[in-house]
């Protein structure tokens, strides 16, 4: 506690009642909440499996958890939920599915399972028109709007076929005895507000709460929090209305607001000191954010040193701008021998990183994309993860498809388009209805004996997943289906090695979770699904220059930040019209521009190329926004150049040092 400043002691011990914790980029929010569960552990009398903390991502809540190991021995944190949202509801939804008439082990669907039941309810290949017709169920869901309510709002032509489309979707996952993302939130919800002795009893369970990230929470969120915490609303709530960027996906910034009115006596705590970044790139942050009408008047300090200038680059066009920013990045590491993790190049679009990869590339600097392909989205793991939700649920018919057909068991698409008739008519899943006679007899022998294996081999490996170890059991399956074998029939030599490895590793994974766990396969199996749903498998540490979006960066640091295309059309997006919009796009800026700890450099093109075409761009009006006092503009007319006498020097000299220590090591 020594160590703590002021307001964070004061965060830290406050049990009074509701407590807002604004906490402003860098300001040490995650220490607070992990000092105050140890506070509330050690000094306060809570029993660790009273306490929930909860966060957005499955990577926050493994900081979260690390951080408290070395705050508290194993013993004082038996029991404690650190978790994120959509976990702590799979928990309670896991506990209550009854009340629902589902079974314990449902499944839980991922968008490319959703995606499918739309695109058949639609009868549409629009991948744009799925994700719109997603999106909008998304909405619905976070909003607490029932199907039938869907319709009753319905304002026009299209909302009133989402709304038909809605009650048929959700007929459907009931049938598969599944949810997807959305249901994890909205079902414990809905069982809160129905249901007072459920409620009572999981508020008696989680005595106090901790949220992370609050100004991102969207309305179902929200009243999850509010229904859990009850009326003595034991919990701490830390956010910054700053940094509130998520409105696309349903977040409420107007939550803040929300509490004050919902808990009168909540008390607000301002974490401002900020422990990241220099002062002049904590001025450059409040004056931009000073253009946006404030919730709460916060303002970043800090006792670190004034800082470099912030130098903004125009660069003629995009290929300009990323051979700009390699070469930049290659003479200042080169001249301060630093590594590549210590750089970060941030840009509003995942476009915009095609360029600069082949720039890197063409410098062989290693590179790593944050949120690049997710371990769980490749094709060889979603295979094996559909055999491990239909042990976890026969009824999962998406699952039942995928596991049949791959590798394939003998079973054509009419043979499997008759089956789906005969389920689709008695209202059973597909598994049901390959255990059934009656619905093989119109079927071939082969088919039905290929039906009636396939069956019969996932009911065996569910008895053995009672019983032996996860790892082993996956082994056994992929040996019986014969799934390497597969594997290197169906791709080339090296793709089919790598591919084979992913499940290898799986496998692996398997083991050791459920040795550390005492979970079974059929336990790990909703785990994993769920793992897939948020992030899926954790990048590594490497010493490579991190490529990321805005959003993405959230919450992460770099001494040397490049954010790019700081441009009208980009950032602020073109389809940010209305004031509402530009605020959100202001404060993905914020983000953005407090990512840096030591030095921030800006860059905008004059032109890019669109739709084939050149077209002439203007400055991004944030850039005007920023204390001009602050900047240096190179490239810029009446400015200096973007690369002075003495920096072309200097790099020549680096260059040359470092050919001949390469030449020395030969």
Request: charged share 25%; glycine share 4%; aromatic share 8%.
């Amino acid at each position: 506690m020594l160590t703590l400043n002021v307001p964070q002691r004061q965060a830290i011990t406050y049990l009074d009642g509701p407590l807002l914790v604004l906490a402003g980029a860098g300001s040490g929010k995650t220490r607070v909440i992990t000092h105050k569960i140890a506070y509330l552990i050690e000094q306060a009398n809570y029993k660790a499996h009273n306490i929930a903390a909860i966060t957005f991502t499955n990577k926050a809540a493994k900081e979260m958890q690390e951080r408290l190991q070395g705050l508290l021995p194993k013993t004082s944190l038996k029991g404690i939920t650190v978790s994120t949202f959509h976990s702590l509801g799979m928990r309670i939804l896991r506990e209550e599915a009854p009340y629902f008439a589902y079974k314990k082990q449902f499944s839980i669907l991922d968008a490319n399972d959703t995606s499918k039941i739309i695109r058949d309810f639609l009868v549409t290949t629009s991948k744009e028109e799925i994700f719109r017709a997603q999106n909008q169920l998304s909405l619905w869901k976070n909003q607490l709007i029932t199907p039938e309510s869907a319709f009753n709002l319905a304002q026009n032509d299209w909302e009133a076929v989402m709304a038909r489309l809605y009650a048929s979707y959700q007929d459907t996952l009931f049938a598969y005895q599944a949810v997807d993302f959305d249901d994890l939130l909205r079902l414990p919800t809905q069982l809160f507000l129905e249901n007072t002795e459920a409620q009572e009893k999981w508020q008696h369970r989680l005595r106090y709460l901790l949220i992370d990230e609050y100004q991102d929470t969207n309305h179902c969120q929200y009243e999850l929090v509010k229904l859990l915490v009850g009326k003595k609303g034991m919990f701490t709530a830390v956010g910054d209305d700053n940094q509130s960027i998520y409105a696309w996906r349903g977040a409420n910034i107007e939550n803040l607001n929300r509490l004050q009115n919902d808990f009168y006596q909540l008390k607000i705590i301002k974490l401002e000191q900020n422990y990241r970044s220099s002062r002049r790139i904590l001025h450059a942050a409040n004056t931009l954010i000073s253009h946006n009408p404030r919730l709460y008047e916060k303002k970043l300090w800090s006792e670190h040193g004034v800082g470099d200038p912030i130098e903004v680059i125009v660069c003629k066009d995009e290929e300009h701008e990323a051979d700009i920013i390699v070469n930049r990045l290659i003479t200042h590491r080169l001249q301060h021998n630093k590594k590549l993790m210590d750089y970060a190049i941030l840009y509003r679009s995942n476009h915009q990183a095609r360029i600069l990869e082949k720039a890197l590339r063409d410098q062989r600097i290693l590179y790593q994309i944050s949120g690049g392909q997710s371990f769980f989205d490749k094709a060889e793991i979603k295979d094996v993860l559909a055999y491990l939700r239909l042990l976890n649920n026969p009824d999962d018919d998406p699952a039942f498809i995928r596991a049949l057909t791959t590798p394939k068991k003998g079973v054509g698409n009419q043979s499997l388009e008759k089956l789906n008739q005969y389920a689709k008519s008695h209202q059973i899943s597909l598994f049901a209805a390959a255990k059934l006679p009656e619905a093989l007899d119109s079927l071939g022998k082969s088919q039905s004996e290929a039906l009636q294996y396939f069956t019969s081999l996932i009911e065996q490996t569910q008895e053995s997943s009672l019983t032996e170890p996860a790892g082993a059991v996956l082994q056994n399956l992929l040996k019986t289906i014969d799934y390497e074998n597969h594997l290197f029939q169906t791709e080339e030599l090296r793709p089919a090695e790598i591919k084979w490895k992913n499940t290898q590793d799986l496998a692996s994974w398997l083991t050791k979770k459920g040795e550390q766990d005492g979970k079974n396969l059929l336990e790990l199996s909703q785990t994993l699904a769920l793992m897939n749903l948020l992030e899926g498998k954790e990048e590594g540490e490497i010493d490579a220059v991190k490529l990321s979006t805005l959003h993405a960066s959230k919450g992460l640091e770099y001494p040397y930040v490049f954010l790019i295309g700081c441009e009208e059309g980009i950032l602020p997006h073109s389809e940010s019209s209305e004031a509402a919009q530009i605020e959100e796009e202001r404060r993905l800026m914020y983000v953005g521009v407090t990512r840096a700890q030591q030095n921030l450099t800006l860059t905008y093109c004059a032109k890019r190329r669109k739709a084939g075409t050149w077209q002439f761009i203007d400055p991004s009006r944030f850039i005007d926004e920023l204390p001009q006092e602050d900047l240096k503009f190179l490239g810029k007319k009446g400015s200096d150049p973007i690369v002075s006498k003495t920096e072309g020097q200097a790099r020549l000299a680096g260059l040359s040092a470092m050919l001949s220590d390469k030449i020395k090591d030969r």
